[in-house]
């Protein structure tokens, strides 16, 4: 087991380097399995979920090949199209296979996804999509059966604008005969990259980055080479990571745009953001945040990926701050732990209500999801003392070289192993 030492105190300052995007690759690397040939996808971050999506392709016959940050991903030989419970539990986007597999051998078997630290996250829209494009679904045994004769194009309404099913259904429709039109599709950054690397494959889709998108299947598909796009999710965690400990950090290789919900915020709160073509730099010295109203909403709302980081930096401001949570019912694991540090904060349904703290103080805490434990390591580089945070596993799922980037920028935080 491992953990996270934290002295805090430290105001962050210098340059950090934004890695590839984990929700973009994730898509990316599945969609490798819609072709039987090799694709080279570059920027990958080195991450856990990174790691786990090369074990299911392998599992399935795939080879993977890792050279820095390129993934070389080789389809031509796959033996299985079954990813069972241990693949499936240990990530949760492990279903993004279901679409490609579809399109490509008409017949997939997953074990079943299930919930998660965050919410109950069902399936239904993925498969509702899937239905709509000819697939008979069977749900048995904690298993998903998907078979198909074959994939017709069809129109599909999304009763919420889900960012996974959106991604599987492109996936299954860019083989399917004829065009598949996806209405209140999400309108991630990731899925507008998940288009730019299927059409160099030879796909033709059109809308990503809207709320409708049209597919037109084709009947073949090339390699290609592709660099994913920048993490905003990261970029976003390292700018409160400065506001929070009173820094001054500029974060490079981001699309500014991407995060412009984000930035709004933090330029609320009082805090100088300026803005270049590829970087974003914060200044928060001398200062105390002004309180804000935060609601999570799909793109281009504000993210719910940056939701438990928002809160650790609301804790510390002067007033009181009202934060929604309307994407996942159970994203609120961090208030408990950042109570321990010294917050003040009541969660009432889907709102919580952060009065403000002049000090958070360092505690033993525990990192129940990926986000929740990001927030932490933030009140944790905050606080006064130290801080230990337990839960590593579920950090390295999303942040590559978190203690590395962080110390460059003056953190003090170590990992100590069992
Ligand atoms: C690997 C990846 O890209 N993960 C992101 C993706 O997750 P993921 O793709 O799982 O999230 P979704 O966009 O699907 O979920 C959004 C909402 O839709 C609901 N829903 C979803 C599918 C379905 O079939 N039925 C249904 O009701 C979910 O319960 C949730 O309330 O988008 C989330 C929302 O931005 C992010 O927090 C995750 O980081
Ligand atoms: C919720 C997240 O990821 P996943 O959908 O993979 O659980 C996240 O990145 O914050």
């Given amino acids: 087991m491992e953990r996270f030492f934290i002295t805090g105190g430290n105001p962050l300052q210098g340059s950090v380097r934004v890695s590839g995007s984990k929700n973009a690759t994730l898509p990316i690397l599945a969609a490798c399995l819609l072709h039987g040939a090799p694709d080279i996808i570059r ?3 080195a991450l856990k979920d990174v790691e786990t999506m090369c074990d299911v392709l392998e599992y399935l016959g795939a080879r993977v090949k890792k050279e820095g940050d390129s993934i070389t991903v080789d389809t031509t030989h796959i033996h299985s199209v079954e990813v069972g419970e241990e693949l499936m539990r240990r990530m949760r986007a492990s279903n993004l296979v279901l679409g490609p597999l579809l399109g490509r051998f008409h017949r997939v078997r997953i074990s079943h996804p299930g919930g998660c630290n965050i919410g109950s996250r069902p399936m239904n829209l993925h498969l509702k999509g899937l239905r709509a494009l000819g697939a008979r679904i069977e749900e048995k045994f904690g298993y998903i059966n998907v078979v198909a004769d074959r994939l017709e194009g069809a129109k599909i309404h999304l009763d919420v604008p ?8 492109m996936m299954a429709a860019v083989l399917a005969r004829g065009t598949t039109v996806i209405r209140n599709a999400a309108r991630e950054p990731e899925i507008v990259d998940l288009q730019n690397f299927l059409n160099r494959m030879g796909a033709r889709i059109k809308g990503a980055g809207t709320d409708v998108i049209r597919i037109e299947g084709v009947e073949h598909l090339e390699s290609v080479e592709h660099t994913v796009i920048p993490d905003r999710i990261e970029a976003g965690t390292h700018l409160v990571a400065a506001a929070i ?4 950090v500029t974060v490079t290789n981001v699309i500014p745009e ?3 919900a984000v930035l709004a915020k933090l330029k609320e709160m009082g805090f100088q953001v300026e803005v270049g073509d590829d970087w974003i730099h914060l200044n928060a010295r001398d200062m105390r945040p002004r309180p804000v109203d935060i609601k999570t909403l799909p793109y281009p709302g504000f993210p719910t990926d940056m939701q438990p980081q928002m809160m650790a930096l609301a804790c510390l401001a002067e007033g009181t701050s009202v934060i929604t949570e309307t994407i996942f019912e159970n994203r609120f694991k961090h208030v408990s732990e950042l109570l321990r540090m010294g917050a003040d904060i009541k969660v009432e349904g889907q709102a919580a209500i952060v009065r403000g703290v002049k000090k958070l103080t360092g505690a033993p805490v525990m990192a129940t999801d990926l986000r929740a434990g990001a927030a932490l390591v933030l009140a944790a580089f905050a606080a006064e003392n130290g801080s230990v945070i337990e839960g590593v596993e579920h950090i390295d799922r999303g942040y590559e070289k978190i203690e590395q980037k962080y110390t ?11």
């Fill in 43 to 45: 920027q990958a971050p």
């Fill in 162 to 169: 889900s960012v996974g099913a959106t991604e599987n259904i």
């Fill in 245 to 248: 400990t009173g820094g001054e």
């Fill in 258 to 260: 991407h995060l412009e």
């Fill in 408 to 418: 460059a920028l003056g953190a003090r935080i170590i990992r100590v192993s069992d």
